[in-house]
């Protein structure tokens, strides 16, 4: 009777760590399940689709601002020269609304989405009292914060999409589109041009790796969605105004944003490729750091609520 105790005993605990090995090392599938839950809840939110609303305006605006102060002699009118890259080009070819467009929303538009989105991340599921059923799932902490950086880094490629779309849209409207010139002087096709503005589409989404890293970071600190996005856009201002700064221009090239603008250099030709090198390296390097500091809060974290 004993042995036999003993032998259920054994097959107990064989069961449970069986069970203990399935928490794991869960399923690949559904591994894949829940990052598409991740992506169908940040995606169906009204906040995200306000977000990318805003983004999709901005193309708009600039458009109709270009075309309302547009001289007879199709070029633009008070302070055509001014504003953000290549606006005075876009009364002659409407590709060019693609290129300011993204200029203009990627100092501040677009890593303030990619802030509320990553900020809420964490500290949102906190607050609502869902992490904890997130973690009792076999997924562990990890696998987690990767499918949250991940569904983040989505948002930071579909919304500079939206914004490059938008902007097409409305360049082919209200402008002529055709061959281009390059910031150097060259002449290109439109099929050139078109691949070079997706190219430069990639590039600036690429360039928000950095603050969605830390964003992330930020949303394991607190249990407080609006406290977590407060802090990413705020510091967000800070580095942008500090950037502006000519005193601290030796610490400059270490901000995230210093050479967010450097895309331009894809339409030069020959392409210029040091800042954009620079850029994407900086960019990795952000993402490594704040990464793994987002990983060691998480892991460590405790989660009573």
Same mark, same amino acid.
Request: aromatic letters at 8%; one cysteine or more.
């Given at each position: 009777?004993?042995?036999?105790? #003993?032998?259920?005993? !054994?097959?107990?605990?064989?069961?449970?760590?069986?069970?203990?090995?399935?928490?794991?090392?869960?399923?690949?599938?559904?591994?894949?399940?829940?990052?598409?839950? /991740?992506?169908?809840?940040?995606?169906?939110?009204?906040?995200?689709?306000?977000?990318?609303?805003?983004?999709?305006?901005?193309?708009?605006?600039?458009?109709?601002?270009?075309?309302?102060?547009? +001289?007879?002699?199709? !070029? @633009?009118?008070?302070?055509?020269?001014? %504003?953000?890259?290549?606006?005075? !080009?876009?009364?002659?070819?409407?590709?060019?609304?693609?290129?300011?467009?993204?200029?203009?929303?990627?100092? $501040?538009?677009?890593?303030?989405?990619?802030?509320?989105?990553?900020?809420?991340?964490?500290?949102?599921?906190?607050?609502?009292?869902?992490?904890?059923? #997130?973690?009792?799932?076999?997924?562990? +902490?990890?696998?987690?914060?990767?499918?949250?950086?991940?569904?983040?880094?989505?948002?930071?490629?579909?919304?500079?999409?939206?914004?490059?779309?938008?902007?097409?849209?409305?360049?082919?409207?209200?402008?002529?589109?055709?061959?281009?010139?390059?910031?150097? %002087?060259? +002449?290109?096709?439109?099929? /050139?041009?078109?691949?070079? @503005?997706? #190219?430069?589409?990639?590039?600036?989404?690429?360039?928000?790796?950095?603050?969605?890293?830390?964003?992330? $970071?930020?949303?394991?600190?607190?249990?407080?969605?609006?406290?977590?996005?407060?802090?990413?856009?705020?510091?967000?201002?800070?580095?942008?105004?500090?950037?502006?700064?000519? !005193?601290?221009?030796?610490?400059?090239?270490?901000?995230?944003?210093?050479?967010?603008?450097? $895309?331009?250099?894809?339409?030069?030709?020959?392409?210029? &490729?040091?800042?954009?090198?620079?850029?994407?390296?900086?960019?990795?390097?952000?993402?490594?750091?704040?990464?793994?500091?987002? &990983?060691? +809060?998480?892991?460590?974290?405790?989660?009573?609520?």
């Amino acid at each position: 009777m004993s042995q036999a105790e #003993l032998g259920l005993s !054994q097959s107990e605990r064989g069961l449970s760590q069986a069970e203990a090995g399935v928490v794991r090392a869960p399923n690949p599938l559904w591994t894949f399940g829940l990052l598409r839950s /991740e992506l169908l809840t940040t995606f169906r939110r009204w906040r995200t689709l306000a977000l990318l609303g805003v983004l999709a305006g901005v193309p708009i605006l600039v458009g109709v601002a270009v075309k309302i102060e547009t +001289r007879g002699d199709g !070029q @633009a009118g008070r302070g055509g020269g001014a %504003g953000p890259a290549f606006i005075a !080009q876009i009364t002659n070819n409407g590709l060019f609304l693609v290129f300011t467009a993204l200029a203009a929303t990627l100092p $501040f538009f677009l890593p303030m989405a990619i802030g509320v989105v990553a900020g809420d991340a964490i500290a949102g599921e906190a607050n609502a009292g869902t992490l904890r059923y #997130l973690l009792v799932a076999p997924a562990g +902490r990890t696998r987690l914060l990767l499918t949250k950086y991940a569904t983040t880094m989505a948002f930071c490629l579909l919304a500079t999409l939206v914004v490059a779309v938008s902007a097409l849209a409305v360049g082919a409207l209200l402008f002529p589109l055709g061959d281009l010139t390059t910031i150097s %002087g060259t +002449r290109i096709g439109f099929g /050139e041009g078109l691949g070079r @503005a997706l #190219l430069i589409a990639l590039v600036v989404a690429a360039s928000l790796t950095g603050i969605a890293a830390l964003g992330l $970071f930020i949303s394991t600190l607190t249990n407080s969605g609006i406290a977590a996005m407060a802090t990413t856009v705020g510091l967000l201002i800070t580095v942008q105004i500090l950037d502006q700064i000519p !005193q601290l221009h030796a610490l400059q090239p270490y901000f995230f944003s210093h050479y967010w603008l450097s $895309f331009a250099d894809l339409m030069r030709d020959p392409v210029y &490729w040091d800042d954009l090198v620079k850029n994407l390296g900086l960019q990795a390097l952000y993402a490594a750091v704040f990464g793994s500091a987002a &990983w060691a +809060r998480f892991t460590t974290k405790d989660i009573s609520v």
